[in-house]
């Protein structure tokens, strides 16, 4: 039966977060789904796309792009690499700790009630927290691998990230093309990993969805793939994905007394704290996110060493990262990758 003509069985009492928490408890809730996008990571410090002064797509005007979204292009990226590789310096993994949030998604995993974390971000900050990677699907793609756009070999990852954090563009040393991380692009398609994990949608008895403008397709769709009697919590600084046609998009007016989506307008770390609170799990929480912040804080260089004669303060500062990029993935090494 097609969703959109599934009946609705199951109501929360109010839209509001005290109703999902009672919906949770009473209905012994295992199976949450979170989408999460660049929103819950703003508060680590990397930018998102379409925050109004704030967001990148904003401050783009240095890399004299022909629109914003060029940086992300595949066609244009196998034109002129240079933009993308000056912006992958600012956001590149290495130099941000995961937030609050990224925690709670752990914190679910901990509890037994996370079904899958879909997730657009390319930061790898949710692997960063300990989140077990079977969890996690990188919807675009990520930074932990690269390929060669023409011949498509697999890059040595610390050539690539040597390359990155200076803002160059790392070529294959096999045919020369252009190596990209393995982040899809505008005109790629999504890793296999993504579709292959679809059903779980079908599977979930909630879905949260986290800072996210809910503008890219297919992501945003996917709101509308959980059963129709699944309650969907956001949480963002804006309302998003609100419903334009009968069957698709949230619907926060709770049209004939029916509450099934609520809308949380704060930051994500204000509704994950919030949620955390009325769970009765906010100590963990705290604890978890202090204890991951300062294991992290303690293998990323913090002191500023002494620059050797004739060596760049960059490249003092890239080899730093590296150091400290190299023990993570170390550490995390037994980990599969995404796609
Ligand atoms: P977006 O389109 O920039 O939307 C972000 C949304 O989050 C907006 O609705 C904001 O209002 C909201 N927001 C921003 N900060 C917060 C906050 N602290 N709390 C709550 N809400 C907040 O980004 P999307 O993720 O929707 O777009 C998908 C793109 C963004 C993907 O292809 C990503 O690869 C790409 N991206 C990822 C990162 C990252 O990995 N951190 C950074 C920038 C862009």
């Known amino acids: 039966m097609s969703k959109a003509n599934q009946t609705i069985k199951t109501v929360l009492k109010e839209p509001t ?43 783009l005007q240095k890399f ?27 956001i590149y993994p290495g130099q941000f700790l995961p937030t609050k949030t990224h925690y709670f998604i752990r914190l679910l995993q901990e509890k037994g009630m996370l079904l899958r974390n879909f997730t657009q971000n390319i930061d790898t900050l949710e692997r960063l927290t300990g989140l077990d990677q079977d969890y996690i699907i990188e919807a675009h793609g990520s930074f932990a691998s690269a390929s060669c756009t023409e011949c498509k070999e697999k890059a040595d990852s610390d050539m690539v990230r040597d390359h990155a954090l200076r803002g160059k563009v790392p070529k294959c040393e ?15 398609n999504l890793p296999k990993r993504f579709y292959d994990n679809l059903s779980d949608f079908d599977d979930a008895d909630l879905l949260i969805v986290l800072g996210t403008s809910l503008q890219v397709q297919p992501f945003a769709s996917l709101i509308d793939e959980v059963p129709k009697s699944v309650p969907r919590l956001l949480i963002n600084k804006e309302m998003v994905g609100v419903q334009k046609s009968k069957g698709s998009g949230f619907d926060f007016k709770s049209k004939k007394g029916v509450h099934k989506d609520v809308y949380f307008s704060g930051t994500c770390d204000e509704g994950v704290t919030k949620l955390a609170e009325l769970l009765g799990w906010d100590k963990e929480l705290n604890k978890m996110y202090e204890k991951g912040t300062e294991k992290l804080k303690s293998q990323y260089v913090k002191e500023e060493t002494e620059i050797e004669p004739g060596q760049q303060k960059e490249d003092k500062e890239v080899d730093q990262l590296a150091d400290v990029l190299d023990k ?8 599969p990758k995404t796609t």
């Not at 295992?30 to 967001?55: C, E, L, N, Q, Y």
């Not at 993570?328 to 980990?335: I, K, R, V």
């Open 64 to 90: 004299d792009l022909p629109y914003a979204e060029a940086v992300f292009d595949i066609d244009y990226f196998m034109e002129k690499p240079e933009p993308f590789y000056a912006l992958a310096k600012e």
């Open 174 to 188: 096999s045919c020369d093309g252009f190596i990209k991380p393995d982040i899809t692009f505008f005109g790629e």
């Open 17 to 59: 977060l005290e109703s999902i928490v009672d919906y949770i408890k009473e209905k012994n809730v295992k199976k949450v789904i979170v989408m999460s996008g660049a929103g819950i990571s703003t508060a680590a410090g990397i930018p998102d796309f379409r925050s109004k002064d704030t967001g990148l797509y904003h401050n």
């Open 328 to 335: 993570l993935t170390a550490e995390d090494s037994s980990t």
